[in-house]
Each structure stands twice: as structure tokens, then as C-alpha cells.
T-cell receptor, first 112, second 114 residues
Framework: DAGITQSPRHKVTETGTPVTLRCHQT?????MYWYRQDPGHGLRLIHY???????DKGEVSDGYSVSRSKTEDFLLTLESATSSQTSVYFC???????????FGNGTRLTVT | AQSVTQPDIHITVSEGASLELRCNYS??????LFWYVQSPGQGLQLLLK??????LVQGIKGFEAEFKRSQSSFNLRKPSVHWSDAAEYFC????????????FGPGTRLSVLP
């Protein structure tokens, strides 16, 4: 159990509205990640964080921003949602070295 | 940059039959390799990992995988599939000390016939 909780689990929103997804970890791992999952693409990295207030872009960061004000929380914001951002979003953490990523259960976002 | 391919988008096997899911990777150094399983509506659960040493690794739920450097492959196997194994399977390659450099394959969806 990675101790990761994502909220909400499902969300439907309209094009142009802002959306924030939350990731909460019970352990104080330094590294956290946001991925999106789309058919045929596997998981693609959106943004990641290597500490409080330390974040960086991933492969598909356009249209997304993140914030990490506390070790346990990592927020993903879509400033103005578009239909192309309809996806399943996963948060993960990493303990470092040769460890695997550990994932939350995902948030299914639909932008209409 | 590393990459991962999973040639089979969808595989169907009968319950009790053997299974092999293919994974090929591209990476400049010795990779860390992982297999994850995703049940519907769930997150990704780690099945097994290869870091170094013995090229045949055992995982949970009766799965195993073999690292073949010469073929750049890390195929997942199970001798006898159970209906509960129906899920999507993802191969991933990672780099030591670099969590942001995990790369995932597109996934293989496994269906199991009764």
C-alpha cells in the first residue's frame, strides 16, 4: 500500500473551467509525480516534485500546473480544461534509488 | 532517451493456459525493469522488478519475468492463468536515482476465457 489517496475519484467538468486534483500521501516521501493515462500511450509524466515548493515539468506539461506546499500534498491544476485533457490521472511517489513508483487509484476526469 | 514497446495490445487466453506478455526496451545502460498490473478502476500494482543479478525474477501472483540483455526484452510469464488475472499489464523501464525517468509501455490488455 503506497498510502496515496487521490481526490476526487471521478469528475466531469466543462471546457474552460479550472480543475484541481489532489494527491495526498501518508508517508513523507520527497518525490511525487502526476501522470496521465490514455489508451495506447501508457502513462505519461505531467509534472513531478522533488520537495516542498520544488517542482518540474514532465513530458506532457502544457496546460497543467502543480503545487506542493506540504510534503504530503501534491496538487494538479488545469487552469482552463480542454477536451484533450479528458483522461485518467495518477499520482505516484518514489522512495529513491532503485525503488519502483507507487501509485494511487487514479482520478477519472471528463471534460465536456 | 529510453523507450518501451509492448507489441501486443490485447491478448486472450483460456483459463489454465500459459501466458507470455512481451516487452522490449531501449536504454543506453543497464536498466531497471518493472511489470505493473492494473485492474479496472484501480491504480497500478507492482508485480515484479529486475534491478540486477539473476535474470529470472519472481513476482507476486505466480508471475515471473526474464531479462534478456541480448534481446532487450523483459517478458512476463505465468504457467497457468486464472480468471482473476484479467487486467492490463504495463512494462516500465527506470533509471537509477531518477524517479522522473520512468518510461511506461502502452500496455497489454489480458482477457481470460472460462
Amino acid at each position: 500500500d503506497a498510502g496515496i489517496t487521490q481526490s476526487p475519484r471521478h469528475k466531469v467538468t466543462e471546457t474552460g473551467t479550472p480543475v484541481t486534483l489532489r494527491c495526498h500521501q501518508t508517508e513523507n516521501h520527497r518525490y511525487m509525480y502526476w501522470y496521465r493515462q490514455d489508451p495506447g500511450h501508457g502513462l505519461r509524466l505531467i509534472h513531478y516534485s522533488y520537495g516542498v515548493k520544488d517542482t518540474d515539468k514532465g513530458e506532457v506539461s502544457d496546460g497543467y500546473s502543480v503545487s506542493r506546499s506540504k510534503t504530503e500534498d501534491f496538487l494538479l491544476t488545469l487552469e482552463s480544461a480542454t477536451s484533450s485533457q479528458t483522461s485518467v490521472y495518477f499520482c505516484a511517489n518514489w522512495t529513491g534509488a532503485d525503488s519502483p513508483l507507487h501509485f494511487g487509484n487514479g482520478t477519472r476526469l471528463t471534460v465536456t | 532517451a529510453q523507450s518501451v514497446t509492448q507489441p501486443d495490445i490485447h491478448i486472450t487466453v483460456s483459463e489454465g493456459a500459459s501466458l507470455e506478455l512481451r516487452c522490449n526496451y531501449s536504454y543506453g545502460a543497464t536498466p531497471y525493469l518493472f511489470w505493473y498490473v492494473q485492474s479496472p478502476g484501480q491504480g497500478l500494482q507492482l508485480l515484479l522488478k529486475y534491478l540486477s543479478g539473476d535474470t529470472l525474477v519472481q513476482g507476486i501472483k505466480g508471475f515471473e519475468a526474464e531479462f534478456k540483455r541480448s534481446q532487450s526484452s523483459f517478458n512476463l510469464r505465468k504457467p497457468s492463468v486464472h480468471w482473476s488475472d484479467a487486467a492490463e499489464y504495463f512494462c516500465a523501464v527506470g533509471a537509477q536515482g531518477s524517479g522522473q525517468n520512468f518510461v511506461f509501455g502502452p500496455g497489454t490488455r489480458l482477457s481470460v476465457l472460462p
